[in-house]
């Protein structure tokens, strides 16, 4: 007689379980997921799933996902997309999948091969916080940071998620945080957004505005090089100085002058020396 294993509201047979293919390139290669005989023997043992458990979070099946979990595979398993958990908080549907693994004990800090968590995933692939508010609820480091230094606010600032970093800083994360390369979030906000949303979030919660990096470079000479006049405009009305140079003697002012003389950026920052700023 088959065993049944419970699973919420669903009862299903463990061999149909472990029969079922996940994707449709297992119907070319039905491999069944049969447990050795000394796994059958020593329940609560986990069992590699060879991938499967990876395939699951791909195609968003929670419902096999949660099925191999409860039927021993290992929570911890890794392949060359990183430990379960990591690749779970990449993905847009990845909540439950997380939240599952976090049940089981898995270490909300895991790191994979390139240092980062999955926080630091979260933060930066996706612009809502659901992924990241569950990690933080479950200890995740706010400022871990990944082989280059960078933490989850720096990601996320990066890439204009204001929500996220409103969240992340309400968690305690230091706006200032410095890379490898001594910049902040907000110098890789002032380089790499459109919007100015970030850039007064930041500089609202103490960032400084003219913390300058290992080049010397301030945010605003990043904006002035991106041609930004929005973002610019914000540091200059913080206080960033249009003629700091760098260690290279260039200012915001001279990397604005890539854009003409006659562009809004260059005449923006022109005045603002002008008016000794």
């Given at each position: 007689m088959l065993s049944d294993l419970s699973l919420g509201d669903l009862s299903i047979s463990e061999v149909s379980v472990l029969e079922l293919p996940i994707s449709l390139s297992d119907l070319y290669d039905p491999t069944l997921y049969q447990q050795s005989p000394r796994h059958k023997a020593r329940r609560g043992v986990n069992w590699g799933s060879r991938g499967r458990l990876h395939k699951a979070i791909y195609t968003g099946n929670i419902f096999i996902f949660r099925t191999l979990l409860n039927l021993g595979a290992d929570p911890n398993e890794a392949n060359e997309y990183g430990p379960l958990l990591v690749y779970a908080a990449r993905r847009y549907e990845g909540i439950e999948f997380c939240r599952s693994l976090l049940d089981r004990g898995v270490q909300v800090d895991t790191r994979d091969s390139s240092g980062s968590t999955p926080l630091s995933y979260a933060a930066r692939l996706y612009p809502y916080g659901a992924i990241c508010e569950l990690l933080l609820d479950r200890g995740a480091a706010v400022d871990s940071t990944d082989s280059n230094g960078r933490t989850p606010l720096s990601h996320c600032a990066g890439r204009g998620y204001d929500s996220v970093c409103e969240l992340l800083l309400g968690r305690g994360a230091a706006v200032d945080s410095t890379d490898f390369h001594d910049r902040t979030p907000l110098s890789y906000s002032a380089e790499l957004n459109v919007d100015d949303s970030v850039c007064e979030l930041l500089l609202e919660r103490g960032g400084m505005v003219d913390l300058a990096d290992s080049q010397g470079r301030t945010p605003l000479s990043y904006s002035a090089e991106q041609g930004n006049c929005a973002i610019s405009r914000v540091l200059l009305n913080r206080g960033a100085r249009a003629e700091t140079p760098d260690f290279?003697?260039?200012?915001?002012?001279?990397?604005?002058?890539?854009?003409?003389?006659?562009?809004?950026?260059?005449?923006?920052?022109?005045?603002?020396?002008?008016?000794?700023?």
């Open positions: 290279k003697d260039r200012t915001p002012l001279s990397h604005a002058y890539r854009w003409g003389e006659a562009s809004d950026i260059y005449q923006l920052l022109l005045k603002a020396k002008e008016s000794g700023c």
